[in-house]
């Protein structure tokens, strides 16, 4: 795993788990990482993870409609 430094501004009033869990959260929002993946980013257990997903409006399925609809008319 890659290490990144870098400096927020004491006005954003956020600790290094609030910043891990936005990245992480993030990043699994895009599709960049699985939920295991950015539950380890996060420094979280994946079911810590995915109930804290809500809270940064973030839906625990990250699946793309394209795929489900592919699959329902696969079925």
Same mark, same amino acid.
């Given at each position: ?8 501004? &004491?006005? %954003?009033? $956020? ?7 936005? !990245?992480? +959260? ?13 539950? &380890?980013? %996060?420094? $979280? ?7 804290? !997903?809500? +809270? ?20």
């Amino acid at each position: 795993m890659a290490t990144i430094n870098f400096n927020i501004p &004491e006005m %954003a009033d $956020l600790n290094a788990a609030q910043i891990q869990m936005i !990245l992480a +959260s993030t990043l699994y929002a895009q599709g960049r990482l699985s939920l295991g993946q950015a539950a &380890e980013v %996060a420094n $979280l257990s994946k079911r810590t993870f995915a109930e804290l !997903l809500g +809270s940064y409006d973030v839906s625990i399925f990250n699946y793309p409609a394209s795929d489900l609809e592919n699959e329902t008319i696969n079925e």
